[in-house]
């Protein structure tokens, strides 16, 4: 009897590793993911029913809008300002949108996507951290940035000499130092200023401002730059845009009230050279009239430090 008993352990043993293999094989691929936020990218967060997904956000969360409530549930709890849970309520496969407002003033588009319970082919993030983009407060890359030619808005010490502190606050003040002193407008409901560029190694940045003078709220896209001018087509007098790729820019909100302004500073390599009637334009637009930017002239080269004020 006990030869039995023991054969009968010795089968349930071996049998154990092949059980436990098969389940692992059932389930879906674990992920934990970092990406970093770009406010024109949509981050994609895969879920799977019986499974809850989070997502890490750097600032305090205010708000969580879902696309398919039915489908998919979203949790936010106050205890937790910088987490929210989303779920897959639906054991069909579903797709639909999340858009997660930050108390700074960002927003993250999310693109949920759940093969359903019967597919495990397709992973599930158990944790979507969302990093802080990599922003112009790098002193090597710009060494000295000046605004209205006397203020500094980027440390000449190194970069380990920064005093340590929350990453928000110290780009909010350095970017109240950054503020444009005495703007000179360019257009009417939407005004747009740029202040005095200042040079790196190859790099230029401008501080710039923004006005809403007009009645309603707006939402601005992310700055432009253009080189911008006439075709030598005499006859044509075609006015040319050229664009100019942009390494990183910030700006205090996209979202203007009646009367508010905004501040930022956009950092890009500025071209080599430019024709006579070439001019280099900071561009800047609303999200529901692309079409109808409003152009501010940027200084081609910007000041020695030291010259005249």
């Not at 059932?26 to 997904?53: C, F, I, K, N, T």
């Not at 040319?240 to 990183?248: Q, R």
């Not at 609303?286 to 020695?304: E, K, R, T, W």
Request: hydrophobic content about 40%; charged content about 20%.
């Amino acid at each position: 009897m006990k030869i039995c008993l023991s054969l009968v352990h010795l089968i349930t043993i071996s049998f154990l590793p092949f059980q436990i293999a098969s389940a692992q094989a059932d389930m879906p691929q674990a992920r934990v993911v970092s990406l970093s936020v770009d406010p024109e990218q949509v981050l994609v967060l895969h879920v799977h029913p019986g499974y809850v997904s989070s997502v890490h956000v750097i600032e305090e969360v205010t708000s969580v809008v879902l696309g398919d409530p039915g489908a998919f549930k979203a949790e936010h709890s106050e205890a937790e300002p910088h987490l929210v849970f989303f779920k897959a309520t639906s054991t069909k496969a579903a797709q639909t949108n999340a858009l997660i407002a930050t108390k700074g003033g960002r927003e993250i588009a999310l693109s949920l996507v759940s093969g359903g319970r019967s597919d495990n082919r397709e992973p599930v993030d158990y944790l979507l951290t969302c990093e802080r983009p990599h922003s112009f407060l790098i002193a090597a890359a710009i060494p000295t940035v000046v605004v209205g030619e006397t203020t500094s808005i980027v440390p000449t010490e190194p970069a380990t000499s920064v005093p340590q502190g929350n990453p928000v606050d110290q780009e909010a003040e350095l970017l109240k130092s950054a503020r444009v002193a005495n703007p000179q407008w360019q257009g009417k409901l939407l005004r747009v200023a740029a202040g005095q560029p200042s040079e790196g190694d190859h790099d230029m940045a401008v501080p710039f401002a923004v006005l809403n003078s007009s009645e309603r709220s707006i939402e601005l896209l992310p700055p432009q730059i253009q080189l911008g001018g006439i075709s030598k087509n005499k006859h044509l007098k075609a006015i040319k845009a050229e664009p100019v790729g942009i390494k990183n820019y910030w700006i205090t909100t996209r979202k203007l009230a009646p009367g508010a302004r905004a501040d930022g500073v956009v950092v890009f390599e500025r071209p080599n050279f430019k024709e006579s009637r070439e001019t280099l334009l900071l561009s800047i637009a609303q999200a529901d009239q692309v079409d109808h930017p409003v152009m501010a002239p940027i200084a081609f080269v910007a000041p020695l430090p030291g010259g005249t004020k």
